[in-house]
């Protein structure tokens, strides 16, 4: 673990202490990472006769759920689903069946949160065959598609979508194609020693509580697993770095964009493909929060600069959400990090002559080179649309975010060679202002500017 200024460390430390006293929870464990890689690790109260370690176990509920979506695009990029395929298409849920996989993945099918029955998360879990049977035309709280509504039980069919295509448990799935991979060895179903035990905390008292801890059976997907500090450090580096092994990065570049907002026009919280997505500061964070009785725990990472954070506490209530938030901003503030060394890239040379200026009509772009023969549409004064286009091998290039996402760009020469325009999907981009000599639709006028 690379090293901090001992004043960093100790406003680190000072503030998961603060947070465990003023919250009285019996252990708080916490990470931070840079460069995908941790520069910290600090805990609070103890597990059974000690302190937490970086081995520790604790329950992480709902991180389980950015798991399940993983392996869901795995299934998608084999080409065993298309993500707009309805649900029934591949599992037997007749009640349900119409809403989409994406919509699941994005909290957007309307479903219940919870699923019909005693209280889930503190009682034995039913198979999925008695889950199924339970939903009917009541479950379905909100038209498919129409808004962002949390459903814990979207994911159980989630993981039972992984186990139809795999013929195997989800948490077998996740334990080949991406634990193993990732060297979590020590993130299971089941808690094993050393593991925190789960309590509730008295709202009037300093007393505890213990939770119960059960196998959820069918609902394990939304909520299942325990890990330890030292795992969910990785898994935060996956979210913020990827790992081709386990996930194309155009795959997980497409979980973390925004499908569903939770907040409101300005946004702030919103919902990705299976992952949650947090703006702070500047940053655009992925990652996930947990809740199971006795357990809180929450993953945030940065995919703009590997930076990420987890805290994990043993109580059922009382942490509070901006703890791990805090943790980032005290070591941007002690510590801001250095950017890295501009070094020339290798690009395409042969597309130099395409730099600079452009034109759509009278507003003036920049196109630059990225590395391969990647390009960079930008508008002049900074407001506009700006897109990044990957070159594909037909010599055309497709847009890949912003207002041209997935839209064709080509560029179209003369009869002698020499470059006259750019077609954006119709759109037209020239040399200078309305050129006289593209083919600008409408045309333009033979009296020029004046």
């Known amino acids: 673990m690379a090293a901090l200024l001992e004043t960093t460390s100790r406003a680190l430390l000072r503030r998961i202490a603060v947070e465990q006293a003023q919250a009285r929870t019996p252990s708080l464990a916490a990470m931070v990472l840079r460069d995908g890689r941790p520069v910290w690790w600090g805990a609070r109260g103890t597990v059974g006769d000690g ?24 299934l998608r990029d084999e080409g065993l689903l298309d993500l707009n395929d309805p649900l029934g298409k591949h599992v037997a849920v007749s009640a349900v069946g119409d809403v989409t996989i994406a919509q ?36 379905t709280r909100h038209r498919p598609g129409r808004r962002f509504h949390y459903s814990n039980v979207g994911f159980a069919l989630l993981g039972e979508l992984v186990a139809h295509h795999r013929k195997a448990g989800w948490a077998e799935v996740a334990r080949t194609e991406i634990l193993a991979p990732l060297g979590m060895d020590d993130t299971t179903t089941r808690p094993r020693v050393p593991h925190a035990q789960g ?77 949650q ?8 964070l992925v990652g996930h929060g947990g809740s199971m009785p006795g357990f809180l725990a929450v993953v945030w990472a940065d995919p703009a600069d590997g930076s990420g954070v987890l805290c994990v506490a043993n109580t059922t209530s009382g942490l509070r959400a901006s703890v791990a938030l805090d943790l980032l901003d005290i070591l941007d503030a002690h510590e801001p990090p250095i950017p890295r060394e501009w070094k020339p890239a290798a690009v395409d040379t042969s597309m130099l002559e395409l730099t600079g200026p452009w034109y759509w009509g009278p507003m003036a772009y920049t196109l630059r080179l990225l590395p391969g023969s990647d390009i960079a549409l930008s508008p002049v004064n900074g407001s506009g649309r700006t897109s990044r286009f990957a070159a594909r091998a037909d010599g055309t290039w497709i847009g890949l975010d912003g207002y041209y996402a997935g839209e064709t760009l080509r560029l179209v020469r003369r009869p002698d060679g020499s470059v006259s325009h750019l077609d954006l999907n119709t759109f037209v981009f020239t040399r200078e202002p309305y050129d006289p000599q593209a083919p600008v639709p409408g045309g333009v006028d033979e009296s020029g500017w004046h």
């Open 51 to 74: 302190p937490p370690t970086e081995q520790t176990q604790y329950r992480i509920g709902s991180i389980t759920k950015t798991l399940v979506a993983v392996l869901v695009m795995r």
């Open 104 to 139: 699941l993945l994005s909290h957007t099918s309307g479903l219940t949160a919870e699923p019909p029955g005693a209280w889930w998360e503190r009682t034995p879990g039913v198979d999925i065959d008695a889950l199924a049977a339970a939903l009917d035309v009541e479950s």
């Open 199 to 275: 309590f509730a905390v008295h709202p009037w008292a300093d007393v505890l509580l213990p939770e119960p801890e059960h196998d959820a059976a069918a609902m394990g997907p939304a909520g299942q697993l325990w890990s330890t500090p030292s795992d969910l450090a990785k898994w935060a580096a996956f979210l913020a770095c990827g790992d081709e092994q386990v996930l194309r990065p155009t795959t997980l570049a497409e979980m973390r964009e925004p499908a569903a907002v939770e907040d409101g026009d300005a946004w702030t919280g919103g919902h990705g493909l299976g992952v």
């Open 277 to 284: 997505l947090y703006r702070h500061r500047g940053r655009r």
